[in-house]
């Protein structure tokens, strides 16, 4: 129809105006000028019929957001409650991509308070099961549980109190130095930011900055250098104050001055705390208590560094091609002296 009504008009035009030349009522260049006129309008009201189009598109879609906000709430069961810290992996399988599995069956259980270290060649699921172990993802069969409640049945704000990530991906985001850092508690007064921030020897840079704590970060505020972002991470973990903490190689995309701060901020963080460093630089394997190592999806290795060592196993041979020995070289040579400022 208002395809029809565009053609209408000139059609008429030229009925009319060809019958008023015939009586020689209008010149032809009249006539003329009147059928261009005429077709000079259907531009004008075609983007007027697209602006009709476009507030019956934007009402229909104000009609469903007011619909979504005024539908009741359907009833949720009740999230559980963790009876305990300790963190349980049974049989779990994962695959980002149906019929691709990256993890085949891992079972694994954290004593509170301990240290473990995830190490093993590049691809073999050590990040996935991180995540995992954080709550990101949920396994495709199996379970992760804490204190014998479902991990990805927790409500996210007990989530991050039980386990939190610190992966080498750092955000500052839009707002004050302070917002940032309370994002973890919003309601967190200024001293307890002060505190955090201190924590991991943040404060001394934080109150240099023009404004202190209401220095404006993030895209067009204050820059922040790739250090101090991932300080400003570690300071939000003090605030949510979880009781493990999956570390993802938090300091391997810094320069080594910057990480060797970095893992003394870090360190403070994880005192106490049951905590899975994810290693992809053997170092941090050293000093836990305990080091998986993770092959093709699975956990082939389990036990300290000396005892896996001492098997000659996959474990031993990373160590060694690690530290640059020859493969024949006695394992208990390949021993290096641990960093004093490593977070173990």
């Given at each position: 129809?208002?395809?029809?009504?565009?053609?209408?008009?000139?059609?008429?035009?030229?009925?009319?105006?060809?019958?008023?030349?015939?009586?020689?009522?209008?010149?032809?260049?009249?006539?003329?000028?009147?059928?261009?006129?005429?077709?000079?309008?259907?531009?004008?009201?075609?983007?007027?019929?697209?602006?009709?189009?476009?507030l019956q598109v934007g009402g229909a879609s104000l009609a469903r957001l007011l619909g979504v906000a005024d539908a009741p709430e359907p009833p949720r069961p009740a999230a559980p409650v963790p009876d305990g810290t300790r963190i349980e992996v049974r049989g779990v399988r994962f695959g980002y991509?149906?019929?691709?599995?990256?993890?085949?069956?891992?079972?694994?259980?954290?004593?509170?308070?301990?240290?473990?270290?995830?190490?093993?060649?590049?691809?073999?699921?050590?990040?996935?099961?991180?995540?995992?172990?954080?709550?990101?993802?949920?396994?495709?069969?199996?379970?992760?549980?804490?204190?014998?409640?479902?991990?990805?049945?927790?409500?996210?704000?007990?989530?991050?109190?039980?386990?939190?990530?610190?992966?080498?991906?750092?955000?500052?985001?839009?707002?004050?130095?302070?917002?940032?850092?309370?994002?973890?508690?919003?309601?967190?007064?200024?001293?307890?930011?002060?505190?955090?921030?201190?924590?991991?020897?943040?404060?001394?840079?934080?109150?240099?900055?023009?404004?202190?704590?209401?220095?404006?970060?993030?895209?067009?505020?204050?820059?922040?250098?790739?250090?101090?972002?991932?300080?400003?991470?570690?300071?939000?973990?003090?605030?949510?104050?979880?009781?493990?903490?999956?570390?993802?190689?938090?300091?391997?995309?810094?320069?080594?001055?910057?990480?060797?701060?970095?893992?003394?901020?870090?360190?403070?963080?994880?005192?106490?705390?049951?905590?899975?460093?994810?290693?992809?630089?053997l170092f941090s394997a050293h000093d836990a208590d305990r080091v998986a190592v993770v092959e093709d999806g699975r956990i082939t290795e389990m036990g300290s560094h000396d005892e896996l060592v001492a098997a000659n196993g996959s474990y031993a041979a990373l160590w060694r091609s690690w530290q640059?020995?020859?493969?024949?070289?006695?394992?208990?040579?390949?021993?290096?002296?641990?960093?004093?400022?490593?977070?173990?």
């Amino acid at each position: 129809m208002i395809e029809v009504s565009y053609v209408l008009p000139m059609v008429l035009t030229l009925l009319v105006g060809g019958w008023l030349h015939l009586r020689h009522a209008v010149s032809l260049g009249q006539l003329t000028t009147a059928v261009v006129y005429v077709q000079q309008l259907i531009h004008p009201l075609d983007r007027l019929l697209s602006w009709l189009d476009e507030l019956q598109v934007g009402g229909a879609s104000l009609a469903r957001l007011l619909g979504v906000a005024d539908a009741p709430e359907p009833p949720r069961p009740a999230a559980p409650v963790p009876d305990g810290t300790r963190i349980e992996v049974r049989g779990v399988r994962f695959g980002y991509i149906e019929g691709r599995e990256v993890l085949h069956g891992v079972d694994l259980t954290l004593r509170p308070g301990e240290r473990l270290a995830v190490v093993g060649p590049s691809g073999a699921g050590k990040s996935t099961l991180g995540r995992l172990l954080a709550g990101i993802h949920r396994p495709t069969e199996g379970s992760v549980t804490v204190g014998g409640a479902p991990l990805g049945a927790l409500d996210p704000d007990r989530l991050r109190a039980e386990v939190a990530l610190v992966s080498q991906e750092h955000h500052v985001f839009i707002g004050t130095l302070r917002e940032n850092v309370a994002m973890a508690r919003p309601a967190a007064p200024e001293p307890d930011v002060r505190t955090a921030l201190a924590a991991v020897n943040a404060l001394e840079w934080s109150d240099a900055l023009p404004a202190g704590l209401e220095t404006l970060v993030g895209d067009g505020g204050h820059p922040l250098t790739a250090a101090q972002a991932q300080q400003v991470a570690l300071a939000r973990l003090i605030l949510a104050d979880p009781h493990t903490l999956v570390l993802d190689e938090a300091t391997a995309l810094l320069d080594p001055r910057a990480a060797r701060d970095l893992e003394r901020s870090l360190a403070a963080v994880v005192h106490g705390r049951t905590v899975v460093a994810i290693a992809h630089r053997l170092f941090s394997a050293h000093d836990a208590d305990r080091v998986a190592v993770v092959e093709d999806g699975r956990i082939t290795e389990m036990g300290s560094h000396d005892e896996l060592v001492a098997a000659n196993g996959s474990y031993a041979a990373l160590w060694r091609s690690w530290q640059g020995e020859a493969p024949e070289k006695p394992p208990d040579m390949a021993r290096a002296r641990p960093r004093e400022d490593a977070p173990f």
